[in-house]
């Protein structure tokens, strides 16, 4: 009999799981996920934005506009950063980031530092914000690659 040939691609499979871990996000504009892969193609850790640990989902703000202390903004960690703090394995040095929104300057002196040097995102929504420009400029700087993840439109669902 001959294997599966409608089997998920590599791509598929890591840009699903950084989607799925996306679902997880409470914020109600904006959900992000973001999947972290070595080299030979082992998941090393995911994340997703949501405040930090203590600080309940409850009580801090969701909202986007307003006071800058009543506004999400100055409490979030994003999925990327929260993917590289969930790792415990020691170094995620030549790791691929798969993440479902281009990451923001700060995501990137993180991505950086913590020697990942391939980034696969998905949507580019803020491409033309300061964040994202200075974001694409550390990274290309820092020889850290980026491509965009190319939608096959498979749908690819799961029944819980
Ligand atoms: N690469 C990114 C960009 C943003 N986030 C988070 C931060 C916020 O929770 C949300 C963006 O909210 P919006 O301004 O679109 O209402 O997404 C992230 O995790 N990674
Ligand atoms: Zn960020």
């Not at 871990?21 to 409470?26: H, I, Q, T």
């Not at 850790?45 to 202390?69: H, K, Q, T, V």
């Not at 040095?93 to 991505?111: H, Q, R």
Request: overall charge neutral; some cysteine.
């Amino acid at each position: 009999m001959p294997k599966r040939a409608d089997y998920i691609s590599w791509d598929e499979y890591f840009m699903g799981v950084a989607m799925l871990s996306g679902m997880r996000s409470k914020d109600p504009n904006t959900q992000v996920g973001a999947c972290i892969v070595s080299s030979d193609n082992k998941i090393l850790s995911m994340g997703y934005n949501g405040f930090p640990i203590g600080c309940s989902d409850d009580d801090f703000p969701w909202e986007r506009e307003g006071e800058a202390l009543d506004t999400k903004y100055l409490y979030t960690t994003h999925s990327e950063l929260n993917a590289i703090l969930n790792y415990r394995g020691g170094s995620l040095d030549g790791a691929t980031l798969y993440v479902s929104l281009f990451p923001c300057n700060e995501c990137a002196k993180a991505i950086i530092q913590a020697g990942i040097k391939q980034i696969v995102y998905d949507c580019d929504k803020y491409a033309d914000t300061a964040s994202v420009l200075a974001s694409k400029r550390m990274l290309t700087t820092a020889g850290v690659k980026f491509r965009k993840y190319e939608r096959t439109g498979r749908k690819i669902s799961l029944e819980l």
